[in-house]
């Protein structure tokens, strides 16, 4: 017999903070991936993943707020991101 069990997760107002910071740069980031992609596609090329996996990287050295989040949830936005693109074309994704 399989049970389940419910959880509520209570984060401390610390926790929550941070939590608020790293969905907001998570945010700032697919919106400047996904206009960056647009603007490429309006020239008539295609952006990829890893040349934007790269910019992050440099983005991550010249801005302070993004060090402050952890890399992996920027790479998954943006992994994210070329995967909604991939599937549902450039200019669908919001």
Do not use: I
């Amino acid at each position: 017999m399989l049970t389940g069990r419910r959880f509520q997760v209570e984060f401390t107002d610390e926790q929550a903070g941070y939590a608020e910071q790293v969905g907001a740069a998570c945010r700032a980031v697919w919106n400047t991936g996904l206009e960056q992609r647009r603007e490429y596609r309006r020239r008539g090329a295609w952006m990829s993943y890893g040349p934007q996996a790269h910019e992050l990287a440099e983005a991550k050295a010249e801005q302070a707020w993004l060090k402050d989040v952890p890399g992996h949830c920027l790479q998954q936005t943006l992994m994210d991101l070329a995967k909604a693109c991939r599937e549902h074309g450039t200019f669908a994704v919001r």
